[in-house]
């Protein structure tokens, strides 16, 4: 026998007697799952669905505010004379308002469950930080919540801890960017990123402003002189603070920026690219710019050449070398060689990028939808678009019609795959069957909708709402009137108040 041998390269290998037993039971867990599936199979039974995730929303009924769940039931431990903030619908988190003194404008907040139980009570006054778009659709920030200490402000996550120490003065949203929350600290200003949970820009600037649509786009910065630059996503310097305005016009890493009286475009390292032949520039697209001059608008070059004459009341390129113009209130669309593509007869036009389209406004509210190479789809009103399940819905005449991304015609089921009732239509009623194509709900109401996500679907008859459930029996035979309503929809007994921006359901 060999001298100095481990114990692996033994010339008899041994049996290793725990992995053998742990094989011989992973095998038997696995056979029994199948046995288990096939018995409820042959049993004729289903294997049983993974339950919906519960949401929440804000409701008012008989004179109070509450919470309701996506069910459609009432949280009754969850009352308040004022507004029920509900930041993030998928948390079991609500904030309430007490101690109110309406003669000075103060009050006193709190986090609370479905029980009514008072949550992070270590925190004074935690609250939702609220925030709002250019149409003043209001939402809230959906990763942090803002709490006082001694008369300054730090952040909580959603389950209590402290991502923010509190020594700012002020923690507010950042005007129409999602997750970028503007923090103040004596009169200067920083930025913190609520998904990160990092302070990416710190409170050093006398003001801050978005410098596109997304918190992608970077931010304006102004400096204690007076003076702006230009900041990224990630906090770093893109322009240095020198200039005495940015314009909030960006492509191809240039930018338009003002020095003393003079207006410029410039590069990245702050050389002048181009500083005359026009009054303002409003857009630019490679190496072309939409400019205006004496109140028309018109396409020039980085080097000054012009291609279209500044001729237009409303000028903005859609995508390559297509540019929706307006003239006398008419809408169409040109192409830098001056051709009309698409006739000056519109109300309005719209490219949309999240579906490739461009959307046609005519006279009749009705709209024309062309792709990129301006093939007509259809004349109709585009009712939905979900990105995230690949559908078009519009409403034609008076049936709805379903797409996917490409403008391939697919059916209700095709799109809605969570669903369990699809809306039908026979001699000018509606009813609902189910995927199979077997009739649930026979067609005797003159207008309905959809089933929403929540399994609940809206029928109106004489005029009157009411609500169907997930099996398609009747939950609430149709008896309410929404004529002012522009969305109609129900969570359970709980329709959508008229006021839409804040997502509120009421009774």
Wanted: hydrophobic share 35%.
């Amino acid at each position: 026998m060999r001298k100095n041998r481990g114990r692996r390269f033994d010339d008899e290998p041994k049996l290793n007697v725990k992995k053998v037993i742990a094989t011989i039971v992973a095998l038997l867990v696995i056979i029994m799952v199948i046995s288990s599936i096939i018995m409820a199979i042959n049993k004729g039974n289903t294997i049983p669905e993974i339950p919906k995730p519960i949401k929440y929303f804000s409701a008012y009924t008989n004179s109070k505010w509450t919470v309701i769940n996506s069910k459609g039931e009432q949280l009754t431990n969850v009352l308040s004379d004022e507004m029920i903030i509900v930041p993030n619908n998928e948390k079991n988190v609500f904030i309430v308002s007490y101690d109110v003194n309406y003669a000075d404008g103060s009050y006193k907040t709190k986090a609370v469950n479905d029980k009514n139980e008072t949550l992070f009570s270590n925190y004074s006054n935690v609250s939702a930080i609220i925030n709002y778009n250019n149409l003043n659709d209001v939402w809230y920030d959906t990763e942090v919540l803002k709490f006082e200490k001694d008369g300054k402000y730090g952040l909580i996550d959603y389950t209590g801890k402290e991502v923010l120490s509190p020594e700012y003065d002020e923690i507010t949203g950042l005007t129409g960017i999602e997750k970028t929350l503007l923090i103040k600290k004596g009169e200067t200003y920083g930025l913190y990123n609520s998904v990160s949970k990092s302070k990416f820009l710190d409170t050093q600037f006398a003001e801050i402003q978005a410098f596109g649509k997304t918190y992608n786009d970077g931010y304006i910065v102004k400096n204690s002189e007076g003076k702006y630059g230009l900041v990224s996503s990630e906090g770093t310097t893109v322009l240095e603070s020198i200039y005495d305005k940015i314009y909030k016009v960006y492509g191809s890493e240039k930018y338009v920026v003002e020095e003393g009286l003079k207006t410029k475009l410039i590069d990245k390292s702050g050389n002048t690219i181009l500083d005359s032949g026009f009054d303002e520039i409003t857009e630019i697209n490679g190496d072309t710019l939409v400019v205006k001059n004496a109140g028309k608008y018109g396409v020039i070059t980085i080097t000054g050449d012009v291609l279209i004459d500044p001729a237009f009341d409303t000028l903005k390129n859609c995508f390559g070398d297509y540019y929706i113009a307006s003239t006398a209130g008419n809408y169409g669309i040109l192409d830098l060689s001056k051709n009309i593509q698409l006739e000056f007869k519109y109300k309005d036009i719209e490219y949309r990028n999240d579906i490739t389209s461009l959307i046609c406004q005519n006279d009749d509210y009705t709209t024309d939808v062309y792709t990129r190479n301006l093939q007509l789809v259809f004349t109709g009103t585009i009712s939905k678009v979900d990105s995230q399940n690949g559908y078009i819905r519009a409403r034609i005449g008076n049936e709805y019609k379903y797409y996917n991304l490409q403008y391939q015609e697919i059916s209700s089921k095709e799109a809605l795959k969570g669903n369990t009732l699809f809306l039908i239509k026979e001699n000018g009623k509606y009813g609902y069957e189910n995927a199979d194509g077997q009739k649930i709900v026979n067609c005797i109401y003159d207008d309905a909708t959809e089933q929403n996500e929540f399994g609940f679907c809206a029928v109106n008859k004489g005029g009157k709402w009411g609500v169907l459930q997930e099996n398609g029996s009747v939950l609430m035979e149709p008896s309410i009137s929404l004529d002012n309503n522009i969305i109609i929809d129900f969570i359970g007994k709980w329709h959508l108040s008229e006021n839409t921006e804040l997502s509120t359901y009421v009774q």
